[in-house]
């Protein structure tokens, strides 16, 4: 029986502090957190698509813009966890993931890292890489917390909407 | 474990200060690489050949690593090297390397001419041969001189910062990859970011697929990133620290000369200690007919 | 020990033509519009990625050339160039190219006995290249 193979891209969007100043004394859950942010409004399925559609006609021309764009699609992508999942032919899995690469702005938003953390051939795989990833980092962040905790207002917060965001994605996900 | 050997040192040569929001850009970018996954970067200091070197070997490294980063390194986890990039123009107008070579973990040449190429591929002791990738490579590049060089030892290094800058230097980082790649036969290749600011590194994926698509097979390109490269740092670091890629021999009797807890006199300038002794004929057996006393 | 060789070239005979007799006889192709035609060509079908492919010429007498192209890229040559038809800026009409012949190793290439000058030279670059790491 043949399928239909595609592959699925679980990527995520950095924002590196290059405005602010860092500090040597940081630490490890400063940095992750600083660099994890909630992506403005202006980054969306459709401006993810545009951009990435426009990177591969740059970088591979006609004919290889086509070959990617024909099963190409944002399945997911939450502007709260700047996380999405990409889907695209096994062939052209490489290609795609190469022009997440070379993309250095979505829009207007600059400044900014496309980066892609696991690819899978099944949904559900990715959903449970990304379930686990989350868990994992929530963990450093609490246990890294509890000794500062009260320090820093906006680390807080994303705690919390991390945590709402991983319940609402695993009561979608069973709809 | 994945290692960057290719951070920029924000310094163009020895007359130039370093300003602290530098320091601060380059801290930046080590902390975006510790994020994506990189566990051992190189810091790269990239001067010309022809320049007049300082004297004191204590002003050759002005990286300091310890001093500026030793916080960073504590908090995060990550090791960092130093390395030295030689600019190749003339040969005939450099200096000898041997001087150099002990104050850097890593030696580098960049060469940017025909001669340059020549002199880095045939004579030098360097760990790594690199180019300008964003612009066009000094000759056309043949097989058997850089088939030898990798044979000897010697790695090459492609610089993936260039084809995130703008389109022309895409271009040439492109036709330039693919020369390096099918002169080399795919061998002995090395991955670097060249990141001069948090926005031009990228996680290992990324760059997998973007030299796997220049025609480095997929193997090979996690290992360029992994396994090569810490063989290039193993081999940098030997090159310091040890007498010829020897670290410790023999044991020694027991409260007599034990060679390998005696660290007396060893410390970050006078890096090793040659020790040697001769054998009881008696203990050598066959072998004391060879032996000399 | 037996088995492939490996193949590192991949050779082209092509002839371009804008299939007007008038405009043929007039212009003159030299090496320096056959590239900005294979640029383009490349350009427009792969992008800059198609852009760095690695191509030589042999030898360009004006509408013929002779090409050496890196042996993994040839399919992406020879599709591009199949499939462009330039505009009017190179020489002022349209040009197509059509690959006369394709094939891996210099000797098979069909030439006139004029042309066995270059080959000869290109035969002996060749062998002058190569040594036996793989």
């Given at each position: 029986m043949v399928r239909l193979k595609s592959r699925y891209i679980l990527f995520e969007i950095l924002f590196p502090p290059t405005n602010s100043n860092v500090e040597e004394t940081m630490s490890k859950v400063d940095l992750l957190l600083s660099h994890h942010r909630a992506s403005p409004a202006d980054v969306s399925i459709k401006s993810i698509v545009q951009e990435i559609r426009r990177s591969l006609s740059l970088n591979l021309g006609d004919y290889g813009s086509a070959k990617c764009s024909s099963l190409l699609q944002v399945k997911y992508f939450s502007n709260r966890t700047s996380t999405g999942i990409i889907r695209c032919h096994r062939e052209d899995c490489d290609l795609v993931i190469m022009t997440l690469m070379l993309m250095s702005k979505i829009g207007d938003v600059g400044e900014l890292i496309v980066n892609p953390v696991k690819v899978s051939g099944t949904i559900k795989k990715i959903e449970q890489f990304a379930m686990r990833r989350n868990s994992k980092i929530l963990n450093l962040i609490k246990s890294g917390q509890s000794s500062r905790f009260g320090d820093n207002d906006f680390a807080v917060n994303d705690l919390r909407n991390i945590d709402n965001t991983n319940e609402n994605e695993i009561e979608n996900e069973n709809d | 474990m994945l290692v960057d050997l290719n951070v920029p040192w924000p310094q163009n040569s020895y007359a130039d200060k370093v300003t602290s929001q530098a320091i601060n850009n380059l801290t930046k970018t080590l902390t975006t690489m510790h994020i994506l996954g990189y566990t051992h970067i190189a810091i790269n200091f990239t001067v010309n050949h022809s320049e007049k070197f300082p004297k004191d070997i204590k002003m050759l490294n002005p990286i300091h690593i310890k001093e500026r980063f030793g916080v960073l390194m504590a908090n995060t986890g990550l090791k960092l090297y130093s390395r030295i990039t030689l600019i190749i123009d003339d040969p005939s107008k450099g200096q000898s390397l041997s001087k150099i070579s002990q104050a850097f973990d890593i030696v580098a040449a960049l060469p940017i001419s025909e001669k340059g190429l020549t002199l880095s591929t045939t004579n030098l002791d360097i760990d790594l041969l690199t180019f300008q990738y964003g612009s066009r490579l000094p000759t056309f590049l043949k097989h058997k001189s850089i088939c030898s060089c990798v044979n000897r030892g010697v790695k090459l290094e492609i610089v993936y910062g260039y084809a995130l800058r703008d389109v022309q230097a895409r271009r040439q980082f492109v036709s330039n990859v693919r020369s390096v790649i099918r002169s080399s036969r795919s061998r002995g290749i090395v991955i670097g970011s060249g990141a001069t600011s948090p926005l031009e590194c990228r996680n290992i994926l990324g760059v997998t697929s973007l030299i796997k698509n220049l025609g480095l097979p997929s193997d090979k390109c996690s290992k360029a990133m992994g396994e090569l490269a810490s063989l290039v740092l193993l081999n940098g670091r030997l090159r310091n620290k040890s007498h010829k890629q020897t670290i410790v021999a023999g044991g020694g009797d027991e409260g007599e000369d034990d060679v390998v807890n005696d660290v007396q006199g060893i410390d970050d300038i006078q890096t090793i200690k040659v020790v040697k002794r001769t054998m009881d004929p008696a203990q050598l057996g066959h072998a004391s007919k060879r032996h000399k006393p | 020990m037996g088995g492939k060789t490996f193949k590192e070239w991949q050779y082209f005979k092509l002839s371009i033509t804008s299939f007007d007799e008038d405009i043929d006889n007039v212009h003159v192709i030299d090496q320096m519009t056959w590239r900005q035609w294979l640029n383009n060509a490349l350009k427009r079908s792969y992008g800059i990625f198609g852009e760095g492919v690695e191509y030589s010429f042999l030898h360009v007498e004006d509408k013929l050339a002779y090409i050496r192209v890196n042996h993994a890229d040839k399919d992406t040559f020879s599709s591009s160039i199949s499939t462009y038809i330039s505009t009017d800026e190179l020489v002022g009409s349209p040009l197509t190219v059509t690959i006369l012949q394709e094939c891996?190793?210099?000797?098979l290439l069909d030439i006139t006995d004029h042309d066995r000058i270059w080959l000869k030279r290109a035969v002996s670059e060749e062998e002058e290249e190569y040594c036996k790491c793989t």
């Amino acid at each position: 029986m043949v399928r239909l193979k595609s592959r699925y891209i679980l990527f995520e969007i950095l924002f590196p502090p290059t405005n602010s100043n860092v500090e040597e004394t940081m630490s490890k859950v400063d940095l992750l957190l600083s660099h994890h942010r909630a992506s403005p409004a202006d980054v969306s399925i459709k401006s993810i698509v545009q951009e990435i559609r426009r990177s591969l006609s740059l970088n591979l021309g006609d004919y290889g813009s086509a070959k990617c764009s024909s099963l190409l699609q944002v399945k997911y992508f939450s502007n709260r966890t700047s996380t999405g999942i990409i889907r695209c032919h096994r062939e052209d899995c490489d290609l795609v993931i190469m022009t997440l690469m070379l993309m250095s702005k979505i829009g207007d938003v600059g400044e900014l890292i496309v980066n892609p953390v696991k690819v899978s051939g099944t949904i559900k795989k990715i959903e449970q890489f990304a379930m686990r990833r989350n868990s994992k980092i929530l963990n450093l962040i609490k246990s890294g917390q509890s000794s500062r905790f009260g320090d820093n207002d906006f680390a807080v917060n994303d705690l919390r909407n991390i945590d709402n965001t991983n319940e609402n994605e695993i009561e979608n996900e069973n709809d | 474990m994945l290692v960057d050997l290719n951070v920029p040192w924000p310094q163009n040569s020895y007359a130039d200060k370093v300003t602290s929001q530098a320091i601060n850009n380059l801290t930046k970018t080590l902390t975006t690489m510790h994020i994506l996954g990189y566990t051992h970067i190189a810091i790269n200091f990239t001067v010309n050949h022809s320049e007049k070197f300082p004297k004191d070997i204590k002003m050759l490294n002005p990286i300091h690593i310890k001093e500026r980063f030793g916080v960073l390194m504590a908090n995060t986890g990550l090791k960092l090297y130093s390395r030295i990039t030689l600019i190749i123009d003339d040969p005939s107008k450099g200096q000898s390397l041997s001087k150099i070579s002990q104050a850097f973990d890593i030696v580098a040449a960049l060469p940017i001419s025909e001669k340059g190429l020549t002199l880095s591929t045939t004579n030098l002791d360097i760990d790594l041969l690199t180019f300008q990738y964003g612009s066009r490579l000094p000759t056309f590049l043949k097989h058997k001189s850089i088939c030898s060089c990798v044979n000897r030892g010697v790695k090459l290094e492609i610089v993936y910062g260039y084809a995130l800058r703008d389109v022309q230097a895409r271009r040439q980082f492109v036709s330039n990859v693919r020369s390096v790649i099918r002169s080399s036969r795919s061998r002995g290749i090395v991955i670097g970011s060249g990141a001069t600011s948090p926005l031009e590194c990228r996680n290992i994926l990324g760059v997998t697929s973007l030299i796997k698509n220049l025609g480095l097979p997929s193997d090979k390109c996690s290992k360029a990133m992994g396994e090569l490269a810490s063989l290039v740092l193993l081999n940098g670091r030997l090159r310091n620290k040890s007498h010829k890629q020897t670290i410790v021999a023999g044991g020694g009797d027991e409260g007599e000369d034990d060679v390998v807890n005696d660290v007396q006199g060893i410390d970050d300038i006078q890096t090793i200690k040659v020790v040697k002794r001769t054998m009881d004929p008696a203990q050598l057996g066959h072998a004391s007919k060879r032996h000399k006393p | 020990m037996g088995g492939k060789t490996f193949k590192e070239w991949q050779y082209f005979k092509l002839s371009i033509t804008s299939f007007d007799e008038d405009i043929d006889n007039v212009h003159v192709i030299d090496q320096m519009t056959w590239r900005q035609w294979l640029n383009n060509a490349l350009k427009r079908s792969y992008g800059i990625f198609g852009e760095g492919v690695e191509y030589s010429f042999l030898h360009v007498e004006d509408k013929l050339a002779y090409i050496r192209v890196n042996h993994a890229d040839k399919d992406t040559f020879s599709s591009s160039i199949s499939t462009y038809i330039s505009t009017d800026e190179l020489v002022g009409s349209p040009l197509t190219v059509t690959i006369l012949q394709e094939c891996s190793s210099l000797n098979l290439l069909d030439i006139t006995d004029h042309d066995r000058i270059w080959l000869k030279r290109a035969v002996s670059e060749e062998e002058e290249e190569y040594c036996k790491c793989t």
